[in-house]
């Protein structure tokens, strides 16, 4: 039987989201040992999903990259796991590849699906906005292979507690950085990533202001607001809003862009919502490619209309 | 202060990417731009170097083909550039091309690396991580904001509800994200003058290396595809067509 390990993040008070997702696949491909970064609260939950070990990692205000890197990488000399999962996700990139230079071997980054075939790996990798699937091979373990969010479903399987042992972070000198402080962004509503509806803007807005009808809409439907590249880069939102390829994977019930082109960074983001409603004043914008309901108009008159006949009901 | 940024030359994103049959590369045209996300590093290594009394080299690995991308980060001030290019660097995956790039920066000597999040063709986003391992040093990543102090880099880290501050100590990988800075524009002297600015090409014997990649890309193909539904034109009622549906999803 494989032995993988996986690699999941605490958040807040549990493990997130996309290290479960991880799971879902993981336990399929062999036995799981999770290295588990943070205070090492719910591991129970691992075991549900289907870990039956985990290493606890908590670099408290240490940059967690390098010294987890460093951390794994005598794991993996000593064990010899076969794989290491990793989300598409900023901790996850950035220990993946110290780990790979570590170890000398390639990352496989942005996989939507793995399997292991005869000590060899196979990744399919959504590329061109989705339209087409690569997959590619290595047969040089251990392989390092970063998931995109959402590929996979978290669902727990009732497994027991798991065996729990801390992971000693080694002193990693000049490769050391410290973390002095933390910001978060206010939110309201439902959190982006996990949200049933969604409604976005882009830049066809056309200005800072108009995204309030985004806010406004979305308080109406109980939505997460989100947003394009283009209109984070301008300032108009924080980046914690950013769909697509360098942004959040969501899969909502419904996702609805309006004055977004449709590039295909996005698309990647959010062409897997069940019901994608789009409005733009371009009838070839490459976006109605994907909606299942396309309102050519502009977001000006539409976006009024529909909140305040939803305000009416 | 030596600053060091990293930057790729890689086919117009305007046109058409075309892969090669049977190995799936990237066909890359003689004519190559500067990926737009390296022009904020470029901003951002001029901008601390300016602050410091320092230098901006910059790096490239690929085809050099017109050199037309690295003129362009030449000519927005950058003082010299080393590209490395070798037939059989085609293909390199993310470490091969950490590798080369860690090489030429070690040989160089620096003080602060500089790199994108992700390049706009490649998007492996790791080869920034890969290379301060290789350095030895921090790898501050997904930077929106940068400070350099006398010794010590600060940056807020991306997060995925805001942002950490980090600290740490030169020497020092920082990969920057776009909108961290306003790239310039290059001034009609910066042009003139890039032309006269020398580019080093170093070869793989001189920086010690050799070329590996176990990675292979086995097929590519269609994925299922989704299809765009109903489309309507706004005559003023077409948000009533949006209300139903809400209401068919049971979201209202
Ligand atoms: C490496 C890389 C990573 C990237 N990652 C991401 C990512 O994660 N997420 C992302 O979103 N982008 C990403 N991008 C950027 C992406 O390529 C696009 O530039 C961006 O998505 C465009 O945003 P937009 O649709 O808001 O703007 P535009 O492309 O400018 O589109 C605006 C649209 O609004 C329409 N419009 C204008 N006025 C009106 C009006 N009054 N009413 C209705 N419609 C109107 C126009 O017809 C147009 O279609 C990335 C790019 C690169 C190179
Ligand atoms: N071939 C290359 N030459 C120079 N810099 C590179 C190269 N490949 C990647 N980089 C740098 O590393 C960053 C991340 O690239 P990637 O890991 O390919 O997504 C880019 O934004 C560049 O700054």
């Known amino acids: 039987m494989a032995s993988v390990f996986v690699f999941v993040e605490q958040d807040g008070d549990r493990p997130s989201n996309l290290g479960l997702e991880l799971l879902a696949k993981a336990r399929t491909l062999g036995e799981v040992t999770v290295i588990y970064l943070g205070k090492g609260e719910s591991t129970n939950l691992l075991g549900e999903h289907g870990a039956s070990r985990v290493l606890l990692a ?15 990488a005598e794991r993996v000399t000593s064990e010899k796991p076969d794989l290491i999962l990793l989300g598409q996700a900023y901790t996850d990139r950035d220990i993946a590849g110290r780990l790979a230079a ?27 906005g989705g339209s087409m699937i690569a997959t590619a091979t290595s ?24 065996a729990a042992e801390t992971l000693e972070l080694p002193d990693t000198g000049p490769a050391e950085a410290t973390i002095t402080g933390s910001h978060a962004e206010e939110r309201e509503g439902p959190q982006l990533g996990e949200a049933a509806v969604v409604v976005s803007g882009g830049r066809g807005l056309g200005s ?20 394009t590249r283009a209109i984070v880069d301008a300032g108009w939102v924080p980046y914690a809003k950013q769909v697509g390829q360098t942004g959040k994977t969501v899969k909502p019930d419904v996702y609805i862009a309006a004055g977004i082109s449709g590039a295909m960074q996005h698309l990647v983001g959010m062409k897997d919502a069940k019901t994608i409603i789009a409005i733009n004043k371009d009838p070839d914008a490459p976006i109605f490619s994907v909606a299942d309901l396309g309102v050519v108009g502009d977001v000006h008159k539409v976006l009024p209309k529909l909140i305040e006949a939803l305000s009416a009901r | 202060m030596k600053v060091v940024v990293c930057v790729k030359q890689i086919p117009d994103p305007a046109t058409p990417y075309t892969l090669e049959e049977g190995t ?35 790096v490239s690995m690929g085809p050099s083909g017109s050199g037309q991308g690295i003129r362009q980060a030449l000519a927005m001030g950058a003082d010299k550039a080393i590209l490395i290019e070798d037939p059989s660097l085609r293909g390199s995956d993310a470490l091969t091309t950490a590798r080369a790039l860690a090489a030429a920066i070690e040989r160089e000597g620096f003080d602060l690396v500089i790199a994108g999040t992700e390049s706009t063709d490649g998007y492996s986003g790791v080869v920034p991580q890969m ?79 050799d070329a590996s990649s176990d990675q292979k890309v ?22 009533l067509a949006i209300v139903e549906l809400l209401e068919e999803r049971k979201v209202i």
């Open chain 2, 218 to 239: 086995a097929s590519i193909v269609d994925a299922p595809s989704r299809t765009g539904g109903r489309k309507i034109e706004d005559d003023g009622e077409a948000h």
């Open chain 1, 208 to 227: 800072v202001e108009a995204y309030g009808m985004i806010e406004q809409l979305a308080k109406q439907l109980g939505a997460a607001t989100g947003a």
């Open chain 1, 58 to 72: 908590d670099p408290g205000s240490r940059l967690p990259a390098a010294p987890v890197a460093a951390a794994i």
């Open chain 1, 139 to 162: 047969s040089m373990g251990p392989f390092i292979v970063l998931i995109r969010p959402k590929s996979f479903v978290a669902e727990a399987i009732g497994g027991p507690a798991p």
């Open chain 2, 24 to 58: 799936y590369w990237l066909i890359r045209p003689e004519a190559q731009v500067l990926d737009d996300g390296d022009r904020y590093g470029v901003e951002m290594g001029l901008q601390i170097a300016e602050k410091n009394q320092g230098t901006v080299t910059l």
């Open chain 2, 131 to 209: 290379l301060a391992e290789l350095l030895g040093v921090p790898a501050l990543t997904f930077a929106t904001q940068v400070e350099v102090a006398t010794g010590t880099i600060t940056i807020h880290r991306q997060t995925a509800d805001g942002y950490d501050l980090v600290e740490a100590t030169l020497p020092a990988v920082v990969a920057v994200t776009a909108g961290v800075v306003e790239p310039r524009y290059p001034t009609f002297k910066g042009i003139m003058d890039a032309k006269k600015k020398p580019i080093e090409d170093p070869s793989l014997v001189d920086l010690g290396i």
């Open chain 1, 102 to 128: 570590r170890l000398g071997v390639g990352v496989l980054s942005n996989a939507s699906d793995i399997r292991l075939v005869d000590g060899s790996v196979e990744t399919d990798h959504e590329i061109l």
